[in-house]
């Protein structure tokens, strides 16, 4: 461990040692179970991702086909900056997050600096999510003139309300209204109470927001690459493993 003016931190050392320990553990674990007690064991797992309904869905499909009688897991949809300190801290196994153009090489220098690893999971063209109510349903593509009027909607940052930091992309545009917000359900409250909008991978879950949220194509030459985040020197976990394959699973069907 290293010590410092801002606290503890983990040294690369150090990573490999909880590696290391972490997989003890385990083996002792499942020896206990094997000769002693027999109870289940208790399967641990979490990710720290963006504010996708997909990751969620992956979330559940991978508890349906692997929970036992007895797990602890964390879905954490959080700030993008958390998410890069959970994966580098091993609060979590995985973080899912996206890139571009914009904020590659900012967020590379993160990943680099905290011996993280970016697999691109799929590219997408940006879509705008409204409610099926909006003027702008009718539409078969959406133009940022189109949006003006409307209010955009975005997640907070916290602390780190950098443009590279922000879960949108088009982040540095000016608005004239502007909501931001902590959670995915208030967000799309918004979206139809107030006829809002927010920009995202055109990836939407109507199991998980319903028939009332919609998304249309948005005129743009950006591109988003959503990925996940692991650490360099950590062997990935069973469910670590198996999470990344239902979440090929459910962007696949879009």
């Known amino acids: 461990f290293i010590?410092?003016?801002?606290?503890?931190?983990v040294s690369p050392e150090g990573v490999e040692f909880l590696?290391?320990?972490?997989?003890?553990?385990?083996?002792?674990?499942?020896?206990?179970?094997?000769?002693?007690?027999?109870?289940?064991?208790?399967?641990?797992?979490?990710?720290?991702?963006?504010?996708?309904?997909?990751?969620?869905?992956?979330?559940?499909?991978l508890l349906k086909r692997f929970g036992s009688e007895s797990y602890e897991c964390y879905l954490r949809e959080t700030k993008t900056f958390d998410i890069i300190q959970d994966v580098c801290h091993?609060?979590?196994?995985?973080?899912?997050l996206y890139v571009n153009d914009f904020n590659f090489k900012i967020l590379s220098k993160l990943f680099k600096q905290n011996e993280l690893k970016?697999?691109?999971?799929?590219?997408?063209t940006p879509h705008v999510f409204i409610s099926r109510e909006n003027p702008l349903a009718r539409k078969k593509k959406v133009s940022l003139q189109d949006l003006e009027e409307y209010p955009c909607l975005s997640f907070e940052q916290g602390n780190h309300e950098s443009f590279f930091f922000s879960e949108e992309i088009l982040s540095t545009l000016k608005h004239k209204k502007e909501i931001r917000v902590s959670d995915r359900a208030t967000l799309f409250n918004?979206?139809?109470?107030?006829?809002?909008?927010?920009?995202?991978t055109g990836i939407i879950s109507s199991d998980l927001n319903g028939?009332?949220?919609?998304?249309?194509?948005?005129?743009s030459e950006e591109n988003i690459r959503?990925?996940?985040l692991c650490h360099r020197n950590i062997q990935l976990s069973m469910l670590a493993k198996e999470y990344l394959t239902e979440l090929q699973k459910v962007v696949a069907k879009h």
Do not use: M
């Open 3 to 9: 010590r410092s003016s801002k606290g503890v931190l």
């Open 19 to 61: 590696s290391y320990a972490r997989q003890v553990l385990e083996q002792e674990a499942l020896l206990e179970q094997r000769f002693l007690d027999q109870s289940p064991i208790k399967q641990r797992f979490c990710v720290s991702t963006q504010h996708y309904a997909f990751a969620v869905n992956a979330f559940v499909n």
């Open 90 to 96: 091993l609060r979590s196994e995985i973080g899912i």
């Open 118 to 124: 970016f697999t691109e999971l799929f590219c997408a």
């Open 190 to 200: 918004l979206l139809i109470g107030l006829n809002g909008y927010t920009i995202s």
């Open 211 to 219: 028939e009332n949220i919609i998304a249309k194509p948005l005129q």
């Open 226 to 228: 959503v990925g996940w």
